[in-house]
């Protein structure tokens, strides 16, 4: 009973930034955690970075010091502003929230794509 819409990806040249936002709506107050995850072409989809309702943050390490993983106060929404970024960063996005007792929501993805 959770719903995830992402959205603010693009297309960027090699070092340029973008910030992708994932509203969740529906019942919210069931998550305490979200994550981004990517697939990029031809790869598995790996976890980029999650954070939990009390703002504990994890990230893959190609990731650490260039991306940034944030919840708004409702914590209804988050972010991942994504700097630096490099052409291995090309994939599509998806928002996820783990969810009581034990559901997992997936958005449906945001296309990044970075040039070099």
């Known amino acids: 009973q959770v719903q995830l819409v992402e959205f603010g990806g693009g297309s960027v040249n090699a070092g340029g930034s973008l910030r992708l936002s994932c509203v969740a709506s529906?019942?919210?107050?069931?998550?305490?955690?979200m994550a981004w995850y990517r697939q990029g072409p031809g790869k598995q989809r790996e976890l980029v970075a999650d954070?939990?309702?009390?703002?504990?943050?994890k990230y893959r390490d190609s990731v650490k010091g260039r991306f940034t993983i944030s919840q708004d106060n409702a914590k209804s929404t988050i972010h991942l502003q994504m700097n630096e970024l490099k052409p291995e960063d090309t994939a599509v996005y998806y928002c996820?929230?783990?969810?009581?007792?034990?559901?997992?929501?997936w958005g449906q993805g945001t296309q990044v794509t970075v040039s070099a």
């Open positions: 954070i939990t309702v009390y703002n504990s943050t």
């Open positions: 996820s929230a783990d969810a009581h007792p034990i559901d997992v929501y």
């Open positions: 529906g019942r919210t107050s069931s998550i305490y955690a």
